[in-house]
C-alpha cells in the first residue's frame, strides 16, 4: 500500500513538472533580430599602414571590419596628386586592393580620397570621406587649403563643381593639362584641401562636362583666382566664383512644320479681362504674320480718343504682337484691329474687323515694398533682382540705401543683389583670356511674400 502510495505521488509530481515545463516553453518567443546596423565599416587593418612614409611598393591593402562593396568608385575616387593612368582597383569580402600603375613621384604625399564609394554590404552604411595617407618621402605634408565656391549669377552653390590645384602657373595650363590635386564641394559649395606641399599653386573651379578635367568649352561653369595661392600663406578662406562664358546651347530638335490654319484667330494675355498695369497688352495668332500694319491699329480710351505714346511690337516668331503703354489704373480702353490691318503667310485676314473692349487692374490689386539696406556700396551699381525658383522675373537699380515700389505683382520671392560693374543693367559672365572676373550676385537669406494691398518693410544688413 505504501508503494502506491509513493508512486502514486511520484506520478502528480511528474504531470505537475510536465505541465510547467510545457507552460513555461509556451512563453518562449522567437528572436526579434535586434537593433539594425547603422554602423559604417571601420578600418582595422592598412599594409603598409596609415600614414606610411618612405614608401617604395606600388600596391595598398585595406582590410574592413565587415563585408564591404564599392560603389560609383570612378566618380568617387580622388587620387591627389593625380595619375596619369589610374590605378587598379579591387575588392573581395571585407578588403580592398589598390594596384598603382602609373610612377609614384618622390618625395610626395599621396591621398586616396574615397568619398563615398565605400559602404556595407548588408545594410548600406556609408563610410563618408575615408582617406588613406602615404608619402613616397620622410614627411607627410600636412598644410591645408580651404574656400568656397559660388556661382557668380545666382549666388547659389553647384556641389557637383571640381575644384582643381596647378603648380603649373602658367594661364594656358589648365586648357591643356590635368590638374595636380583635386576636390570635391560639400552641400554649401566649401572646399579643403589636405596633406598639401609647400608650394604655389593656380587655383580653379570646373563643373567638368566632359571628363577630360580641362577647362576647353565656355559652356563649362569655370572660375579662376587672380594670383597663385600658397597653403602655407593663404590662412583665409578663398573665395571663387564660377560662370559660364557662354549659355549652353539647347537640344535641336527636328519636327515637322505644322500647316497654316485656313483660318487666322487671335487671342489675348488678360486675365479675366484684366490689363496686369506693368506688363503689354499681348495678342497671340496661329499662324505667323506676314503683314503687321502697326498705323492701322488704334488704342483710346471709352470715347475713343486715342491714347498718345503707345507702341507696338511683334516678336522673332511673328505671331505673338505686344502693345506698350502707361496703362493707368481702373480705366477701360478699346483696342480697334482692322481687318486690313493684319494678314498671316496663307493668305488669310482676319474675318472682321476686332474691337476689344479691357480694363486695367487696381492700384489695390499690388503690393507696396520698402526696403532700408545697410553696409551696401552705391559705388558698385546694385541691382535688386527679384526671382521665382531660379527665375529673375524683376531688377530694379538701387540708387539709395532705401528702395520702395508701390505697385509689385503678389507672389513669393527671393532676392538677390547684383553688382552691376559696368552699369549696363544685367549680369556680365567672366572671360579668363581678359582675366575679367564675372559680376557678382550676393543671394540674400530672405522670402518675401507680397500680397495684394498690403505693405512691407524690411531692413537689410549686408
Not at 582597383?89 to 613621384?105: H, P
Not at 549669377?153 to 596647378?166: A, R
Request: charged share 25%; glycine share 4%; net charge positive.
Amino acid at each position: 500500500m505504501k508503494k502506491k502510495i509513493i508512486l502514486f505521488l511520484g506520478l502528480v509530481i511528474c504531470f505537475y513538472a510536465l505541465i510547467t515545463f510545457n507552460s513555461g516553453c509556451a512563453q518562449i518567443s522567437s528572436p526579434t533580430g535586434g537593433a539594425r546596423d547603422s554602423l559604417p565599416p571601420v578600418l582595422v587593418k592598412a599594409s603598409p599602414p596609415q600614414n606610411t612614409v618612405n614608401f617604395k611598393g606600388n600596391r595598398i591593402s585595406l582590410s574592413f571590419n565587415e563585408y564591404i562593396d564599392l560603389q560609383e568608385l570612378q566618380g568617387n575616387l580622388i587620387i591627389s596628386p593625380l595619375q596619369k593612368v589610374n590605378p587598379v582597383v579591387s575588392y573581395n569580402l571585407k578588403s580592398i586592393s589598390v594596384r598603382f600603375k602609373d610612377t609614384l613621384l618622390p618625395n610626395t604625399t599621396y591621398s586616396l580620397d574615397f568619398g563615398n564609394a565605400i559602404k556595407d554590404v548588408h545594410e548600406g552604411n556609408v563610410l563618408k570621406n575615408f582617406t588613406y595617407v602615404f608619402s613616397t618621402g620622410n614627411t607627410i605634408d600636412s598644410l591645408k587649403l580651404s574656400g568656397r565656391v559660388i556661382l557668380a549669377e545666382t549666388g547659389n552653390v553647384d556641389s557637383t563643381i571640381m575644384v582643381m590645384l596647378y603648380r603649373n602657373t602658367a594661364d594656358s595650363a589648365v586648357l591643356k593639362t590635368k590638374p595636380d590635386y583635386m576636390t570635391r564641394l560639400n552641400g554649401s559649395g566649401r572646399f579643403e584641401f589636405k596633406n598639401l606641399p609647400d608650394n604655389n599653386f593656380n587655383i580653379y573651379a570646373l563643373k567638368d562636362g566632359d571628363g577630360g578635367k580641362t577647362y576647353n568649352s565656355k559652356t563649362e561653369l569655370f572660375a579662376f583666382q587672380d594670383e597663385p595661392v600658397n597653403p602655407a600663406t593663404n590662412k583665409d578662406s578663398i573665395q571663387l566664383f564660377a560662370y559660364a562664358e557662354q549659355k549652353s546651347d539647347a537640344k535641336i530638335s527636328y519636327t515637322l512644320k505644322a500647316p497654316a490654319e485656313k483660318k487666322l484667330r487671335l487671342t489675348t494675355n488678360l486675365t479675366a479681362d484684366l490689363q496686369d498695369l506693368l506688363q503689354p497688352f499681348e495678342l497671340s495668332f496661329n499662324n505667323p504674320l506676314k503683314l503687321f500694319d502697326s498705323t492701322k491699329i488704334l488704342l483710346s480710351d471709352t470715347n475713343y480718343h486715342r491714347i498718345p505714346n503707345f507702341t507696338t511690337t511683334i516678336d522673332s516668331t511673328r505671331k505673338i504682337v505686344s502693345i506698350k503703354t502707361d496703362w493707368q489704373p481702373e480705366t477701360y480702353y478699346y483696342l480697334i484691329i482692322p481687318k486690313e490691318a493684319i494678314q498671316d503667310s496663307a493668305g488669310n485676314f482676319l474675318a472682321r474687323t476686332d474691337s476689344l473692349r479691357f480694363s486695367t487692374k487696381k492700384e489695390s490689386d499690388y503690393g507696396t515694398i520698402l526696403l532700408r539696406f545697410t553696409n551696401l556700396d552705391i559705388t558698385k551699381h546694385p541691382v535688386i533682382l527679384f526671382a521665382e525658383g531660379e527665375t529673375v522675373k524683376y531688377s530694379f537699380p538701387i540708387l539709395e540705401s532705401q528702395w520702395t515700389n508701390k505697385r509689385f505683382p503678389p507672389g513669393e520671392y527671393s532676392i538677390r543683389i547684383l553688382y552691376d560693374r559696368n552699369n549696363n543693367g544685367k549680369w556680365d559672365p567672366g572671360d579668363y583670356s581678359k582675366k575679367i572676373q564675372p559680376e557678382k550676385v550676393i543671394s540674400l537669406d530672405l522670402k518675401l511674400a507680397i500680397k495684394a494691398n498690403w505693405d512691407n518693410e524690411r531692413d537689410i544688413k549686408l
